[in-house]
T-cell receptor, first 115, second 116 residues
Framework: DGGITQSPKYLFRKEGQNVTLSCEQN?????MYWYRQDPGQGLRLIYY???????QKGDIAEGYSVSREKKESFPLTVTSAQKNPTAFYLC??????????????FGPGTRLTVL | AQKITQTQPGMFVQEKEAVTLDCTYD???????LFWYKQPSSGEMIFLIY??????QNATEGRYSLNFQKARKSANLVISASQLGDSAMYFC?????????????FGSGTKLNVKP
């Protein structure tokens, strides 16, 4: 089955620690995205990547970093510089819209809690 | 200015009735796509329906239809014959441009509760 996997589902971190969230897709999509969602809120874009070895900052990139060394993988690191990292993190991917609707496909999410 | 506005934080609907969730958007790009997603309490985002800015007809997908009023810049989601499983958060989203991997803009969402 094609899809997006995120791991872990739940993650606990102590203050001052960096932590990396995994996102893998086997849909052969070129573009991948990371979003943050706070309780009762919408999605805010952290980073996105349109091609391997290239990525762009979204609206709330401070305190986060990403890499895109392989087409299928787009890990997100939450650094100690992120002041309030407790949130639900969603990874998404999409194919070029000329080949369809261009909707984003989402992973199941990772819930990060800072203790 | 907000790209996507959803003015209904919460809605209630009786089972088997229809409900309309409002969405207005703001863009000066003539090419754009509009999307609706459902987010159950589990957190996954489920794609429901898509409307392209050049589409002549309103999109429909099963019990979901999109009331697209281009001049008013609105893209309301209509759910017919509501079911208990429709209780969830619903997000409207927009992508400017039709041919690129552009950013998606999401609204703040509407929480729908279906009453038995």
């Amino acid at each position: 089955d094609g899809g997006i996997t995120q791991s872990p589902k739940y993650l606990f971190r102590k203050e001052g620690q960096n932590v990396t969230l995994s996102c893998e897709q086997n849909l052969n999509h070129d573009a991948m995205y990371w979003y943050r969602q706070d309780p009762g809120q919408g999605l805010r874009l952290i980073y996105y990547s349109q091609i391997v070895n290239d990525f762009q900052k979204g609206d709330i990139a401070e305190g986060y970093s990403v890499s895109r060394e392989k087409k299928e993988s787009f890990p997100l690191t939450v650094t100690s510089a992120q002041k309030n990292p407790t949130a639900f993190y969603l990874c998404a991917s999409c194919q070029k819209s000329g080949q369809g609707r261009g909707e984003q496909f989402f992973g199941p999410g990772t819930r990060l809690t800072v203790l | 200015a907000q790209k996507i506005t959803q003015t209904q934080p919460g809605m209630f609907v009786q089972e088997k009735e229809a409900v309309t969730l409002d969405c207005t958007y703001d863009t000066s790009d003539p090419s754009y796509g509009l999307f609706w997603y459902k987010q159950p309490s589990s957190g996954e985002m489920i794609f429901l329906i898509y409307q392209g800015s050049y589409d002549q007809q309103n999109a429909t997908e099963g019990r979901y239809s999109l009331n697209f009023q281009k001049a008013r810049k609105s893209a309301n989601l209509v759910i017919s014959a509501s079911q208990l499983g429709d209780s969830a958060m619903y997000f409207c989203a927009m992508r400017e441009g039709l041919w690129n991997f552009n950013k998606f803009y999401f609204g703040s969402g509407t929480k729908l509760n279906v009453k038995p």
